[in-house]
T-cell receptor
Framework: GAGVSQSPSNKVTEKGKDVELRCDPISGHTALYWYRQSLGQGLEFLIYFQGNSAPDKSGLPSDRFSAERTGGSVSTLTIQRTQQEDSAVYLC?????????????FGPGTRLTVL | TQLLEQSPQFLSIQEGENLTVYCNSSSVFSSLQWYRQEPGEGPVLLVTVVTGGEVKKLKRLTFQFGDARKDSSLHITAAQPGDTGLYLCAGAGGGGADGLTFGKGTHLIIQP
């Protein structure tokens, strides 16, 4: 596709349930990022994938959060045993390293609501 | 942890007025980016500033990077309703994770 896509666009779940959020980056972009945007809190970095290197997980807030990137393309962010404080918009971004710009291209996000 | 402080947090002005949004940090960044985000969408990059003291113009928007590369400003001249949105600054290259360090954003409303 022409841009980064994310699914679902909205997800409502009950406290304690697991959720999976999907990100399809721009074709050819080897770098992929997940961010969380809470109301009034700006964007919080979660995890970064670059090619076949081990991901940088330093931003994950707890061990309930994990992410995978299969085949260097699609990524899935999994939140286990969701809590109400997990409610936020989860944004994915991709980048093509090596270009002069550090431009990250963002998807539209998944709005997660934990009841 | 590097922090980027944006001010003001909220700004509502009339069409045609000028405004300035600030982004400040105690950390040095190799580059700083400004994004605009509309409801239901992801942030879209407006500009990247790299050199201390650099000034970039994008139509009615003027971006400046501080000499010490710790702060930046966004000035909008003759604001239009289409400028309404959330403006985010983000610093890169400050060490640590490769992800950008974002400010909390400035919610800008331009009233017709």
């Amino acid at each position: 596709g022409a841009g980064v896509s994310q699914s679902p666009s909205n997800k409502v779940t009950e406290k304690g349930k697991d959720v999976e959020l999907r990100c399809d980056p721009i074709s050819g972009h080897t770098a992929l990022y997940w961010y969380r945007q809470s109301l009034g809190q700006g964007l919080e970095f979660l995890i970064y994938f670059q090619g076949n290197s081990a991901p940088d997980k330093s931003g994950l807030p707890s061990d309930r959060f994990s992410a995978e990137r299969t085949g260097g393309s699609v990524s899935t962010l999994t939140i286990q045993r969701t809590q109400q404080e997990d409610s936020a918009v989860y944004l994915c971004a991709s980048r093509f390293p090596g270009l002069a710009s550090d431009t990250q291209y963002f998807g539209p996000g998944t709005r997660l609501t934990v009841l | 942890t590097q922090l980027l402080e944006q001010s003001p947090q909220f700004l509502s002005i009339q069409e045609g007025e000028n405004l300035t949004v600030y982004c400040n940090s105690s950390s040095v960044f190799s580059s700083l980016q400004w994004y605009r985000q509309e409801p239901g969408e992801g942030p879209v990059l407006l500009v990247t500033v790299v050199t201390g003291g650099e000034v970039k113009k994008l139509k009615r928007l003027t971006f400046q990077f501080g000499d010490a590369r710790k702060d930046s400003s966004l000035h909008i001249t003759a604001a239009q309703p289409g400028d309404t949105g959330l403006y985010l600054c983000a610093g890169a290259g400050g060490g640590g994770a490769d992800g950008l360090t974002f400010g909390k954003g400035t919610h800008l409303i331009i009233q017709p």
